[in-house]
């Protein structure tokens, strides 16, 4: 009898799903550092692009209240508040009066606050440094003028990431995403929270070997099991999200 390999991690939603695990890793930032304008046009660009981020936010606190309510809505909102804290604006400006560019003195802003949250003791402030993260990449993007990789662009899987950002949760295709393996990921994330509310099959703190790329697996989140490539029976369930039983709360326009 073929022995079936078992992970466990924990559980972030009493939900399953099994279908193709996919790797996802997100572009990294890789600011130039000195720049060829002058501070003055480097700050315009920082406020242009924070006016600009705070827009999207504002939008998306829109569609979060209609979908998932107003607590999930919230967690955006401060977002847009973060991006106009004094201290933040205070380390941008500093830097790019250095002559440094808009997107470094972005980044290693956020690396600061990143690092002081990680460092406080309480577990659900220590997942705030994720928000913060976030706010950087949606600057950075916003700076830079890109967007995001579509992870699911290759049709529906279940994702495996190191981490995965409250905005980046809410982008993902609902229909094709089955679910989502967060290996570092915080249980106090607000990420977590809103894969609860839209009802995702999800784990947490779980290595998952590179190999297991492509493959069949199947995700209990109520154990915080993944199974490689398990047994039919155990898939064919009806409480097993798969590519062609997607829940009504998933299927969001």
Known sequence: MRQIQILHGKGISELSAAGTLRFYERPPLAPVIHSSRSPREEWQR???ARHDAVLELA???DLVVTRLGQDMANIFFAHAVLLEDDDLTGMVNEDISSGLTAE???C???EHFV???RALPDPYMQARAMDVLDVSRRLFRTLE???EPDPLLRGPAILAVSQILPSEVLALDPVKLLGIIACEGSLDSHSTMILRSMEVAAIAQVEVPR???ERQVLLDGATGRIYLEPDPSLIHQPAVRTPRRAPRQLQMR
């Open 145 to 147: 003028g890109w967007r």
């Open 46 to 48: 920082f406020l242009s």
């Open 211 to 213: 190999d297991w790329n």
């Open 115 to 117: 690092a002081e949250f």
């Open 104 to 106: 470094y003195a972005v």
């Open 108 to 110: 290693h802003a956020c």
């Open 59 to 61: 939008a998306l606190c």
